[in-house]
């Protein structure tokens, strides 16, 4: 029997950068410096469900004040 689950939003960093419109390495150190795991990897590619892109924006968004 199929789930009828709805799959998660995943996002690679560059999208990260992308929707919060700042430069990739911004990114990069919020994850870092906050010790956030990738929710997942698709090759080399880490890629980040919706809970972990809210803590990166927070992290980004908590820099810049």
Wanted: charged share 25%; net charge positive; proline share 3%.
């Amino acid at each position: 029997r199929l789930s009828m689950r709805k799959q998660p939003n995943l996002w690679t960093v560059g999208e990260i950068a992308r929707h919060f419109d700042v430069a990739l390495h911004r990114v990069e150190y919020a994850i870092r410096s906050r010790n956030i795991e990738p929710t997942h990897r698709a090759g080399n590619a880490r890629v980040f469900d919706d809970a972990a892109v809210t803590l990166i924006g927070n992290a980004l968004h908590s820099r810049e004040q």
